[in-house]
């Protein structure tokens, strides 16, 4: 905004001395004036700057503000889920647990089976040891009752010869 100053010409020095002051005083505080006017533009503008800016913090706080927000909603999200697989995970592990136990249950029954087996197993070989030896002595009864039957037989046959001779000799 620029101000024209209207400055008179007065055709004498008295006067003019006498107007110069006034209007150099008056030059100053058109000078003085446009100077303020100069500054308070300049300040409109810096104002207008600010303000822009103020709206620009205020676009990138809503933004934040925003992005905050939903990065709240996300990390409410992944701590739920954190939390049911976290539940799920203890299933998991108390079942898996459960399980073991059965299984270590079932282990220790089948080998105290294991091992009543092998206690039958070695009465069982003790027995049929003892059968074994019972058989060789059958066996060697065997024998000597084959023995015995081949000397019976051959007796008898002497026997029959004997009494054959005998039965001739008394007919004769």
Not at 86 to 108: D, G, H, I, P, Y
Not at 151 to 159: A, I, N, Q
């Amino acid at each position: 905004m620029d101000k024209t100053v209207k400055i008179r010409a007065y055709p004498d020095d008295a006067k003019n001395n006498g107007s110069q002051s006034n209007l150099t005083k008056d030059q100053d505080k058109a000078l003085e004036l446009v100077n303020k006017n100069i500054q308070l533009e300049e300040e409109r503008k810096r104002s207008l700057e600010y303000v822009k800016a103020i709206e620009q913090l205020r676009v990138g706080l809503n933004q934040e503000q925003s992005r905050t927000a939903e990065m709240a909603k996300r990390t409410v999200e992944l701590e739920a889920k954190l939390k049911e697989l976290t539940v799920l995970k203890a299933n998991e592990f108390a079942k898996n647990n459960a399980q073991l136990e059965e299984e270590k249950r079932k282990s220790l029954a089948h080998l105290k089976t294991i091992e009543q087996l092998h206690e039958r197993l070695q009465q069982e070989q003790v027995k049929s040891n003892g059968m074994l030896d019972k058989m060789a002595e059958l066996e060697a009864n065997t024998k000597e009752l084959a023995l015995l039957e081949a000397k019976v037989k051959e007796l008898t046959e002497v026997l029959g010869k004997i009494t054959s001779v005998a039965a001739t000799v008394k007919v004769g």
